[in-house]
């Protein structure tokens, strides 16, 4: 399990090279991060990433390995 989740953790940083991209240009005028194209989709990753480590770590584990959020990340 540990591998799906490190292959969606190299997905989720592409994505949000493309974020950070949209976000910091400011070429769309977002007024939000949310607004942003590619937000959804490092959402969709951070989401998948974190039911993963809560399904495959022990309860007293899943603090450690869960994703932090986009904004976060950004």
């Not at 989720?12 to 991209?21: K, V």
Request: aromatic share 14%; glycine share 4%; hydrophobic share 35%.
């Amino acid at each position: 399990m540990d591998h799906a989740i490190e292959r969606l953790k190299t997905f989720l940083e592409a994505e949000l090279d493309f974020l950070r991209e949209e976000w910091k240009d400011g070429k769309g005028g977002y007024k939000k991060l949310s607004d942003c194209p590619s937000y959804k989709a490092c959402k969709a990753y951070v989401d998948a990433i974190n039911v993963l480590v809560k399904a495959y770590y022990h309860q007293e584990y899943v603090e450690q390995y869960k994703c932090r959020s986009v904004k976060e990340l950004i």
